[in-house]
């Protein structure tokens, strides 16, 4: 069974920057690709930014520039850097991993961008 661990979520105030941490069970290579998802309050979830094994990365037109995501195979460890932080960011952020038909699912790090 595929475990994974999200970490970093904190309260920040508009225009800050935070890391969050995506920690696998089993090497992160061995996935076809990890994202982020976030879900706020009232609304659906939604992808915010993915990686592949070939390191190939795509994101929500409404983070591009802000959010990056990365990859440190040697900690298992997927990284989402946001910065220039908006309230609209506030969200639970998730990390979604893909084996061929099998999704495997954090339990999710709360991010409140908030004065």
């Known amino acids: 069974q595929v475990q994974l661990v999200e970490s970093g979520g904190d309260l920040v105030q508009p225009g800050g920057s935070l890391r969050i941490s995506c920690a696998a069970s089993r090497s992160i290579g061995s996935f076809n690709d990890i994202s982020w998802y976030r879900q706020a309050p009232g609304k659906q979830r939604e992808l915010v930014a993915k990686i592949t094994s070939e390191d190939f990365t795509n994101y929500a037109d409404s983070v591009k520039g802000r959010f990056t995501i990365s990859r440190d195979n040697a900690k298992n460890t997927v990284y989402l850097q946001m910065n220039s932080l908006k309230s609209e960011d506030t969200a639970v952020y998730s990390c979604?991993?893909?084996?061929?038909?099998?999704?495997?699912w954090g339990q999710g790090t709360q991010v409140t961008v908030s004065s």
């Open positions: 979604n991993a893909r084996d061929g038909w099998s999704y495997y």
